[in-house]
């Protein structure tokens, strides 16, 4: 089974600056999809950007970005130029692309992310 | 532009007390799933379906029932309500021509 893990439970950053969010995955498929997405005091789950495993181009979304290193099983997500509205919890997650009973999102425990103004 | 719909948004039951928690989705997706969301644990599955009449156990599906009779429709039932499963719950609901998955916002639940 794909385990997600984060390593931060908690982050801080200064406004305008710069953070890394670190995030590692444990699997055997070689095609895959990778997720981070982010959850407000709201509670809303919001996709932040998205990585097909087949691509080596890392994704990038406005200010985000990832550094996506496939054999290290390593996905992290950096923000820059933080904002206020920054500030939740973030979720790294797995996806298989087989279908079935495989296509279920993996989870990591998150992080959550303070921003300081 | 519904997308995934999740009713009640709050519920507070009492032990032993059985509810049904309601998820409709309107973008003919045929894969939906119920998460439990606990304080520093991330986001666990509970029961998924892979189209109308197909379910099956995720991680941690003790305590909860699933039925998905329409493409639309996947309502969780929870029976004789512990507080152990006093949690935020999460439908989703995802299809193979799109990556993602999307989410309902989420119902609080406390068992007292």
């Known amino acids: 089974a794909q385990t997600v893990t984060q390593s931060q439970p908690e982050m801080s950053v200064q406004e305008a600056e710069t953070v890394t969010l670190s995030c590692t995955y444990d699997t055997s498929e070689s095609d895959y999809y990778l997720f981070w997405y982010k959850q407000p005091p709201s509670r809303q789950m919001i996709l932040v950007i998205r990585?097909?495993?087949?691509?080596?181009q890392n994704a990038t979304e406005n200010r985000f970005s990832v550094n996506f290193q496939k054999a290290a099983k390593s996905f992290s997500l950096k923000i820059s130029d933080s904002q206020l509205g920054d500030a939740a919890m973030y979720f790294c997650a797995y996806r298989s692309p087989s279908g079935g009973s495989n296509y279920k999102l993996t989870f990591g425990k998150g992080t959550l992310l303070t921003v300081n103004p | 532009n519904a997308g995934v719909t999740q009713t009640p948004k709050f519920r507070i039951l009492k032990i032993g007390q059985s509810m049904t928690l309601q998820c409709a989705q309107d973008m003919n997706h045929n894969y939906m799933y119920w998460y439990r969301q606990d304080p520093g644990m991330g986001l666990k599955l509970i029961y998924y379906?892979?189209?109308?009449?197909?379910?099956d156990k995720g991680e941690v599906p003790n305590g909860y029932n699933v039925s998905r009779s329409t493409t639309e429709d996947f309502p969780l039932r929870l029976e004789l309500a512990a507080p152990s499963q006093t949690s935020v719950y999460f439908c989703?609901?995802?299809?193979?021509?799109?990556?993602?998955?999307?989410f309902g916002q989420g119902t609080r639940l406390t068992v007292v």
């Open positions: 989703a609901s995802g299809t193979t021509g799109k990556t993602e998955a999307f």
């Open positions: 990585q097909e495993a087949y691509k080596q």
């Open positions: 379906s892979v189209g109308a009449g197909i379910t």
